[in-house]
């Protein structure tokens, strides 16, 4: 059974330490950083004799921050999440970006 994506919106407050957590943001938001911003990504559908057994979602998850050393909270994305993987680092608008795929 899929997680609900309040749930998932809890564990990251609490991966985070803080509120800062947006899902699909419209541009009219003004964010605190550090932050993450998440959306839905896809739906992982297992099937076997012709039904479908199990649905995963995936979400694309941001953390983005003016530190651009945050080793530690990639470590506690990894160490929190089970079916987590690190997907890139980027910089944008003088912040540093680092995504995640997870399938929750």
């Not at 899929?2 to 957590?21: C, I, T, W």
């Not at 911003?37 to 649905?55: C, Q």
């Amino acid at each position: 059974m899929m997680k609900s994506r309040l749930e998932l919106q809890a564990e990251l407050e609490e991966v985070l330490g803080s509120k800062n957590v947006y899902f699909q943001p419209p541009e009219s938001i003004r964010m605190k950083y550090p932050c993450i911003v998440y959306e839905r990504d896809g739906i992982d559908v297992k099937a076997a004799d012709d039904a479908k057994y199990d649905m995963t979602m995936q979400y694309e998850i941001i953390y983005i921050t003016k530190d651009p050393d945050c080793n530690d909270f990639i470590k506690k994305m990894l160490d929190t999440f089970k079916y987590i993987r690190y997907d890139r680092h980027f910089i944008s608008d003088n912040l540093n970006h680092e995504t995640f795929v997870l399938y929750y």
